[in-house]
């Protein structure tokens, strides 16, 4: 909501109420909330990449990147880490429990200037949970994106997140998908093993001028992923990742999430290209 | 805007009579400086302070409030109502920090509590004269025609009183009596007199041209590090900037756990915690690429975004650290230049 | 939340008991701190204390005997949180000023003579950290009762408290005081934990760190501008262990090792 159509006071949360949840990983849950207002719940919108306030009142508010897609309204979904308080607190709701969200915030992906292009999602770890937005989001809208890639890196078989949802998709035929995981304890991964970068030799055939990339992971995961997909001759503003900051309000106003002087991530990011990544410096 | 005239020895009167438009704060003295207090008595308004420890900004976003209260029911906004304030005695670089306050708290999101506080404000501005630690003429902030309801320039036995809003008219027209319509050239050339005065008077010469390509070029400058082994991060030079709007959001429960209220606070980039995110990754760990942060904020990064700096040269930061990292220093670390601290 | 009441326990040992003189103090409190939890044990306030299990333990004062160091790992073992609460609790305290430098025992029998003592057997102060484990430092000489509220509040919904890690010279700034250190002052406010909101420089007091260090205490600029300042490694090192004992010293010394 921009500034000349603002009614209400934007820090004050909007009740959600938690449809379901379960795990995804042994510290990772999915959380499926839904608006109490239905009008509201079905009237949200928001673009794959963009994220959104939970708060918990006494505890405080945190950032979200949104995991479900735009393309299926009414429901919102996260994949939350287990990582302090806030998240503590949100792993004690259980089914039907209110909480506040706001939002949605961020600039999202530019899904506009993707359409007509081929697209390729690198995921790995908690990344997959905003770019399974994307994901879903190109899917629903299939002929409006060429060829589509999903290379996934997790680093256990146990770790991985959307386990049944990403195997389901080996079995279409509108997308590649390629599932690697670091190392398997159990013997029992039928896909590839090592990290997400050698999945590479999947992209035999790409068109760097037509396809963009979108990749979001662990720190250490951007540097070499970036490396081999300027091997390839993607122009630089085609790479595209999403980055995570520390954030207080998410309207550009508190200052934690700036970066390079006055970049605030919660405006002109989380989805930044590896363009900005160089001349904004301080962003990975 | 509109000029007209009013006697020194009205003033007190005039301030009197515009009693109605809110709680007066001016300068008043306070240990060896100056601070914005509400002021009953007009003979305690210090004329001559030059800069208040902390500006403007503690009235119009207060180092902490509430936001808004909660129980188990959902959040419940707060309905009291703020008085209305009348600030006095702003010179032109707090006027120029206050027109960027305004901006950036409109930019993309209104923020509802400061346009709160500041649609019950009234702004009466005063002409000053530099002292060494003045440098609004090097940011080219030693002026304004905006930022004010009215604005008093000192001309020796009166003052030129301009009228910078419709506001600032109705204040008038409380005291039509007390105010002399008529402007004569004689006052014009009082005027230009004061002012060619007034700008032979800026003794710390500082020179920003270019310093946004300066700080691209410095990046990697060891000075950082220099700076980052002295600094205390005690956030004293964000705590007295007016254009350091950084905040917390802190949630204070009751005992119980049920009810509480979300309160929002002043922060500091200087702090540790500033840059943190759940999990304990630290975006800006050392303190040099806190202070790095800072500095290129307000002297290179915001010229890139809004065109000007966001430094206005009110010197406060001169003389606030301890250990004498602040705007002056740094600018004539980078350039080379003899640093005089 | 409907959960059953937590079982919260305080104890006391060498200090001045001016911290559990805080809670006792915050009339507008007690009602629901008795009422949100059982206080199981809390001698200065209540006479029927008993050594149950418990969810949470505060602990003041420093460890000065055997005896007490077995009481506190005592609770320790039946507590699944433990608060170490002020100075002396946190850092040793002013009993823990020499701390580490030799001849207590001669210190000892200066004051005390060569008599003996019942049930007791007299060691070197220090704080509770060294004996046991402790979850969660809340400083103060004495502590602040909003400060151990919030906390306490925090911990009955099993979340940790989160202190900003800001010194006093912050809030002294933000009550808009003089500085003493720009005054040639030898204040510790920039090395200091917040939390008394800058209460002695208001007054024109200087900082003496009785809130211990801060996380990031920058040790060395500290120490390095009171030098500047024309003031003696001794009155430096006087001030710096008088509050917190091992807070302060610990890094200096490191630093002046350093040196």
């Known amino acids: 909501m921009k500034a000349e159509t603002q009614l209400q006071n934007p820090y004050e949360p909007e009740p959600m109420r938690l449809i379901r949840r379960y795990p995804l990983n042994e510290d990772v849950h999915f959380f499926q909330v839904r608006a109490v207002d239905m009008e509201k719940a079905l009237s949200l919108n928001y673009l794959p990449g963009q994220f959104m306030m939970i708060s918990i009142n006494g505890i405080g508010e945190a950032p979200f990147s949104i995991s479900s897609t735009p393309s299926r309204p009414g429901l919102l979904e996260f994949g939350i880490r287990k990582v302090g308080n806030m998240t503590n607190r949100i792993f004690q709701l259980k089914e039907n429990g209110i909480f506040g969200v706001r939002g949605p915030y961020g600039n999202g992906f530019p899904i506009e200037k993707i359409k007509g292009n081929d697209l390729v999602i690198i995921m790995g770890g908690l990344g997959a949970v905003p770019l399974r937005s994307l994901l879903l989001y190109a899917l629903d809208n299939r002929d409006q994106f060429g060829k589509i890639y999903l290379l996934h890196g997790a680093r256990t078989p146990d770790e991985m997140l959307f386990r049944n949802e990403f195997f389901n998709m080996m079995k279409r035929d509108d997308l590649f998908c390629h599932l690697t995981v670091d190392q398997d304890d159990t013997g029992q991964w039928p896909f590839e093993t090592g990290v997400v970068t050698r999945l590479f030799g999947k992209l035999a055939h790409i068109d760097p001028k037509n396809t963009y990339f979108a990749v979001c992971g662990p720190p250490v995961m951007y540097k070499f992923v970036v490396a081999e997909i300027l091997k390839l001759n993607v122009p630089k503003h085609q790479i595209l990742m999403t980055l995570e900051r520390r954030m207080k309000c998410g309207v550009g106003k508190c200052g934690h999430c700036i970066i390079g002087g006055y970049i605030y991530t919660c405006l002109e990011g989380p989805v930044f290209s590896y363009w900005d990544v160089l001349h904004m410096k301080g962003l990975i | ?341 | 939340m409907s959960q059953e009441k937590k079982s919260v326990g305080l104890y006391g040992f060498t200090g001045c008991n001016g911290d559990q003189l805080v809670i006792i103090h915050s009339e507008d409190q007690l009602l629901p701190f008795f009422d949100s939890a059982n206080i199981k044990s809390f001698s200065l306030a209540k006479s029927d204390n008993d050594n149950s299990e418990l969810d949470l333990a505060f602990v003041e004062g420093s460890i000065s005997s055997q005896e007490q160091a077995e009481h506190v790992k005592a609770i320790r073992e039946r507590t699944r949180y433990l608060v170490a609460i002020g100075n002396c609790a946190c850092y040793g305290g002013i009993q823990a000023m020499e701390l580490g430098a030799k001849g207590w025992d001669q210190r000892f029998r200066k004051v005390y003579g060569d008599g003996f003592f019942i049930n007791r057997t007299p060691i070197e102060s220090k704080p509770i950290d060294v004996f046991v484990n402790v979850d969660f430092y809340l400083p103060g000489c004495p502590i602040d009762a909003r400060q151990f509220f919030y906390c306490f509040a925090h911990f009955l919904q099993d979340d940790e408290p989160v202190f900003p890690d800001y010194p006093v010279c912050a809030e002294c700034r933000w009550r808009e005081n003089d500085c003493l250190l720009l005054k040639g002052e030898l204040c510790l406010g920039p090395l200091t934990a917040a939390g008394c909101g800058a209460r002695c420089p208001s007054h024109n007091l200087t900082c003496l760190g009785c809130w211990g260090p801060m996380k990031e205490a920058n040790i060395g600029a500290e120490f390095n501008l009171l030098k500047e300042k024309d003031y003696s490694l001794e009155e430096i090192k006087r001030r710096f262990r008088m509050h917190t004992g091992s807070g302060m010293m610990k890094p200096l010394k490191k630093l002046l090792g350093a040196l």
């Open chain 2, 1 to 341: 805007m509109r000029a007209v005239k009013i006697k020194k020895e009205n003033l007190f009167d005039f301030l009197e009579a515009i009693k109605p438009f809110g709680d007066l704060w001016g300068p008043v003295k306070s240990g060896d400086g100056y601070v914005l207090e509400k002021v009953t008595d007009y003979s305690n308004i210090e004329m001559s302070a030059l800069r208040t420890r902390i500006p403007f900004k503690k009235l119009l976003f207060p180092p902490k409030f509430t936001m808004f209260k909660f129980d188990e029911k959902g959040i419940r906004s707060s309905d009291e109502e703020l008085p209305r304030q009348v600030i006095f005695g702003l010179h032109p670089c707090d006027l120029h920090a206050l027109l960027i306050m305004d901006n950036f708290h409109s930019l993309h999101y209104v923020d509802p509590y400061y346009r709160e506080r500041r649609e019950r404000t009234a702004v009466i501005g005063l002409s000053c004269f530099p002292d060494d630690r003045c440098f609004c003429k090097a940011t080219n902030t030693h002026y304004t025609e905006k930022g004010f309801d009215l604005f008093l320039t000192d001309l020796g036995d009166f003052y030129i009183l301009w009228i910078g809003s419709s506001l600032g008219d109705d204040m008038v027209r409380e005291c039509p009596e007390l105010v002399d319509e008529e402007v004569t050239h004689d006052d014009l050339e009082k005027y230009i007199a004061w002012r060619k005065k007034r700008e032979s008077n800026f003794k710390l010469k500082l020179d920003f041209t270019g310093m946004p390509s300066i700080m691209e070029l410095s990046y990697d400058s060891p000075l950082w590090d220099e700076l980052g082994e002295k600094c205390l991060s005690c956030g004293a030079c964000t705590i007295v900037c007016p254009t350091c709007p950084c905040f917390n959001v802190i949630d204070e429960v009751d005992i119980g756990g049920g009810t509480g209220e979300r309160t929002r606070r002043w922060d500091s980039c200087m702090f540790r915690e500033y840059s943190m995110v759940a999990g304990g990754h630290n975006f800006r760990e050392a303190r040099s690429e806190r202070l790095k942060l800072r500095f290129t904020h307000k002297l290179q990064a915001f010229v890139g975004a809004f065109g000007e700096a966001a430094c206005v040269g009110c010197g406060r930061c001169i003389g606030a650290c301890p250990v004498d990292i602040d705007i002056q220093t740094v600018a004539q670390n980078l350039k080379g230049e003899e640093v005089k601290a």
